[in-house]
């Protein structure tokens, strides 16, 4: 489970009392009624930062991210399982929106990104285009020039008398929509090297199909992703040092 690795990860950092807030966050007041502009202005500038790690208060880099649990992603005719998975790219961030509800504990968060890879391990099984796939090994998936909206709700917990946000996972989704991707499956027909470049060929001259057939179980695992980078920055920084009244 994602949370059960978020404990493993986060158990040092728990145990700390509270650190100064990084010079690179600007906290931002609820009252200010410019408050949406201060919070993306201010993740604008410690994204970059946050991703490459802080070990002052404890920040792991997550560049790139390991993720911490297989990932199923099933279509109509379709199931691909990856093991091992390793995420590049969020250092290409562009943060287009990030809007605060603070009676209902929700954000909503845009962001852009040039190039999002997936790397892994994957078992397949099943038709696309009425070609029959199996095989496992490798592979890579890139997303390019991708807008994803993350919309979350946060709980509150306290620690060491400083009160933390920390995602619902429940009540955490993530749409994305691409201008590309780009999928290659290594070791196809237990390793026919001319079969597997031609269906991999085939896939990406035809890739929306394919991306539209697992885009619900990509969603899931993009909603994983995003709520491991915003748990792992919410249990390393006090919630009232980041939001002022």
């Known amino acids: 489970m994602i949370l059960q690795w978020l404990i493993v990860l986060l158990v040092s950092v728990c145990s700390l009392v509270a650190l100064k807030l990084p010079n690179y966050i600007t906290p931002c007041s609820r009252s200010d009624p410019n408050h949406n502009a201060c919070t993306l202005a201010s993740a604008r500038a410690a994204v970059p930062k946050f991703l490459k790690g802080d070990r002052k208060i404890g920040l792991p880099s997550l560049l790139p991210l390991k993720y911490p649990q297989s990932s199923v992603l099933n279509g109509n005719s379709l199931k691909v399982t990856l093991n091992n998975l390793t995420v590049y790219g969020l250092d ?58 993350y919309n979350y709700e946060y709980g509150i917990e306290t620690r060491n008398g ?15 929509d691409v201008e590309k991707a780009i999928f290659n499956l290594q070791n196809l027909f237990n390793g026919n090297e001319m079969l597997g470049e031609q269906t991999n060929r085939l896939i990406n001259e035809n890739w929306m199909l394919l991306n539209e057939e697992l885009r619900p179980s990509i969603n899931d695992l993009l909603t994983g992703v995003h709520e491991i980078v915003t748990n792992v920055f919410y249990q390393n920084i006090p919630l009232d040092e980041l939001i002022l009244p």
């Open 92 to 149: 290409n961030i562009d943060i287009k929106e990030l809007q605060f509800d603070y009676e209902a504990r929700k954000v909503k968060f845009k962001s852009f990104n040039k190039q999002l890879d997936i790397k892994a391990n994957y078992t397949i099984d099943g038709r696309i285009l009425f070609i029959p796939l199996q095989g496992s090994g490798p592979c890579k998936f890139e997303f390019i020039n991708g807008t994803y909206e």
């Open 162 to 176: 400083k009160k933390y946000a920390k995602i619902i996972s429940a009540r955490s989704t993530c749409k994305y």
